[in-house]
């Protein structure tokens, strides 16, 4: 392969989807933004993504149609076969990956994958936790408390506590600047 895949991750509220939607809508001629299949409604949440039922789902998955899935938050998501071609064609591939997958993701991309980890300081996604309204106090208390346990490994850091511009810009630079991943680099607004 010689794309990067980039596999982006970060807490509930870190602002995943309003990145990955400001990507789509710049033109990158060498990168592409995939699309995740979920056994979600197409309204429900903020991510441009394509509703399946689980019937759909699990016919896709039984003909080998996902080159990543995984189960989590009582869904199930899945990546497309298409990055691959995406990625032998050269082009890198944005994925709205899963914090508790990337070891999948490495096991199948190996180097050519590109773990982008969103960080965001507590008060901040505690706000937009709050402001997107979809989570009651005590959801908003569990979202907090599964941020902070978590700890990535082998990512590159992106602080998103600043403007989706500035986190936009920044993203665009680190996907610039790093051809393979290297461990525990970070980038702060």
């Known amino acids: 392969m010689t794309g990067k895949l980039i596999w982006l991750v970060g807490p509930s509220g870190s602002g995943k989807d309003s990145l990955l939607e400001a990507l789509r809508k710049q033109e990158h001629p060498q990168m592409l933004v995939a699309h995740r299949y979920i056994t979600r409604p197409a309204g429900a949440g903020c991510e441009n993504h ?107 850091m992106l602080n998103n506590d600043g403007s989706l511009l500035q986190s936009v810009e920044m993203f665009l630079h680190l996907i610039r600047t790093h051809g393979n991943h290297k461990e525990s680099q970070h980038a702060c607004l």
Not at 89 to 101: E, K, T
Not at 104 to 111: I, L, N, S
Request: a neutral charge.
């Open 50 to 156: 394509v509703a399946l039922s689980e019937h759909e789902f699990f016919t896709r998955a039984a003909q080998h149609l996902f080159a990543l899935s995984w189960h989590a938050n009582n869904l199930y998501y899945g990546v497309g076969m298409e990055i691959d071609l995406w990625l032998h064609a050269g082009l890198d591939v944005v994925v709205n990956g899963s914090r508790a997958h990337l070891p999948q993701a490495k096991a199948r991309y190996g180097e050519s994958l590109l773990p982008v980890c969103l960080q965001v300081s507590p008060d901040i996604l505690r706000q937009r936790l709050e402001q997107r309204g979809r989570e009651n106090a005590l959801e908003i208390a569990q979202r907090l408390e599964r941020a902070a346990r978590y700890t990535p490994q082998q990512c590159v």
